[in-house]
């Protein structure tokens, strides 16, 4: 059973740079053919993918934070890790970081499995 | 950029009762639509993907149906452990997978 853990900062100050590491376990993050993703949630309000990232360091981003955004992997540590930079009040969230899934059909993924998430509040 | 709707805000049901839930998409997503049920403090965890198949372990009372625009969660028969927030979520304009808005299934 795979299981995903994140892990950093629960304060951050404005302006600043926002890290967090999803540890993988229960497998091989670079078995099977998955991307990576971290998905966002502001509290009382709907998710925002961020971005995604394939083992082979591939990586996809959200056209809306995609300058800001930095999405990492390393497979000896079976970590994938986020970094956005210049962060507002407004990017304080409960941040996921989840598998892909992609069924055989068609573009795109969908997300089975999924870390507990953890709260970022960015605050002076 | 794909806009989901969901409808409605909230459902007030009892337990037992059957629950209908309508995302719509601004444009056609062909089946390319997941759902997925959020309980407090916890992740989403995926129940239905590609309108219509059920994920592992997903029990049988819950089914999801449409295509294009307009889909549809079902869950034939409320159980106390449904009441929760369910969110769609399309794939077709990847790699940018947008969710709705989200339904909350309360306890009437």
């Known amino acids: 059973q795979v299981q995903l853990q994140e892990s950093g900062p629960g304060l951050v100050k404005p302006s600043q740079t926002l890290s967090l590491t999803c540890t993988v376990s229960g497998g091989s993050i670079s078995s099977g053919s998955y991307y990576w993703s971290w998905i966002r949630q502001p509290a009382g309000k709907g998710l925002e993918w961020i971005g995604r990232?394939?083992?082979?360091?591939?990586?996809n981003y959200n056209p809306s934070l995609k300058s800001r955004v930095t999405i990492s992997v390393d497979t000896s540590k079976n970590q994938f890790s986020l970094k956005l930079s210049s962060v507002t009040a407004a990017d304080t969230a409960v941040y996921y970081c989840?598998?892909?899934?992609?069924?055989?059909?068609?573009?795109?993924?969908?997300?089975?499995?999924w870390g507990q998430g953890t709260l970022v509040t960015v605050s002076s | 950029e794909i806009v989901l709707t969901q409808s409605p805000a909230t459902l007030s049901l009892s337990p037992g009762e059957r629950a209908t839930l309508s995302c719509r998409a601004s444009?056609?997503?062909?089946?390319?639509l997941a759902w997925y049920q959020q309980k407090p403090g916890q992740a989403p965890r995926l129940l239905i993907y590609?309108?219509?198949n059920r994920a592992t372990g997903i029990p049988a009372r819950f089914s999801g149906s449409g295509s294009g625009t307009d889909f549809t969660l079902t869950i034939s028969s409320l159980e106390p452990e449904d009441f929760a927030v369910y969110y769609c979520q399309q794939r077709s304009n990847w790699p940018l997978g947008t969710f709705g808005g989200g339904t909350k299934v309360e306890i009437k």
């Open positions: 444009q056609s997503v062909s089946s390319y």
């Open positions: 990232i394939y083992t082979s360091g591939s990586t």
């Open positions: 590609d309108a219509s």
């Open positions: 989840a598998r892909d899934f992609t069924p055989v059909t068609g573009p795109g993924d969908y997300f089975d499995y």
